[in-house]
T-cell receptor
Framework: AQRVTQPEKLLSVFKGAPVELKCNYS??????LFWYVQYSRQRLQLLLR??SRESIKGFTADLNKGETSFHLKKPFAQEEDSAMYYC?????????FGSGTQLTVLP | DSGVTQTPKHLITATGQRVTLRCSPR?????VYWYQQSLDQGLQFLIH???????AKGNILERFSAQQFPDLHSELNLSSLELGDSALYFC??????????????FGQGTRLTVV
């Protein structure tokens, strides 16, 4: 079974500090990986996907097949980045989500 | 607005009752996914329909069922409700039968409270 692991339930950093949200996935072929974000009282929305290698709101994520990781990084965290972040893996039939990491950026 | 519409937004009902949650996918999307988000379980995949057919089942209880209609809207039926069924139920839609390169777009969810 596919598994997506986010080891940190809660993460707090100060504004301006770098942030890294960890995500590991179970190995199986060529994964399709995504990061979703859920701001307070808003819908879950796609932040970025590994296939497009983009940077959204200053966030980047690199797929490391050797370590089966897809960590989300931002060099300088902002208070508006405070949200719940979910790593997800796509397959032909479903998206499997990690348990999520609640990021709080302190002033 | 992602174009995925879920109704109702909030629902409060008593234990033992039955409710129906409705989802209208984005125009052109054939796939509908249902997810349950609770405080202790996180985001759990329930079921996936593609063009009216069930494609995948996740952690969906037997008391729950779903269907996708010819106009592609979907309904999630929850019966014999228990307190533990209180959660946010999300619907998502995507163009294809999978989410390999086409991302799924989520609705705002229906918050179900069972009292």
């Amino acid at each position: 079974a596919q598994r997506v692991t986010q080891p940190e339930k809660l993460l707090s950093v100060f504004k301006g500090a770098p942030v890294e949200l960890k995500c590991n996935y179970s190995y199986s072929g060529s994964p399709e990986l995504f990061w979703y974000v859920q701001y307070s009282r808003q819908r879950l929305q796609l932040l970025l996907r590994h296939i497009s290698r983009e940077s959204i709101k200053g966030f980047t994520a690199d797929l490391n097949k050797g370590e089966t990781s897809f960590h989300l990084k931002k060099p300088f965290a902002q208070e508006e980045d405070s949200a719940m972040y979910y790593c997800a893996r796509g397959s032909a039939r479903q998206l499997t989500f990690g348990s999520g990491t609640q990021l709080t950026v302190l002033p | 607005d992602s174009g995925v519409t879920q109704t109702p937004k909030h629902l409060i009902t008593a234990t033992g009752q039955r409710v129906t949650l409705r989802c209208s996918p984005r125009s052109g999307d054939l796939s509908v996914y249902w997810y349950q988000q609770s405080l202790d379980q996180g985001l759990q995949f329930l079921i996936h329909y593609y063009n009216g057919e069930e494609r995948a089942k996740g952690n969906i209880l037997e008391r729950f069922s779903a269907q996708q209609f010819p106009d592609l809207h979907s309904e999630l039926n929850l019966s014999s409700l228990e307190l533990g069924d209180s959660a946010l139920y999300f619907c998502a839609s995507s163009v294809g039968s999978g989410v390999s390169v086409a991302e799924a777009f989520f609705g705002q969810g229906t918050r179900l409270t069972v009292v």
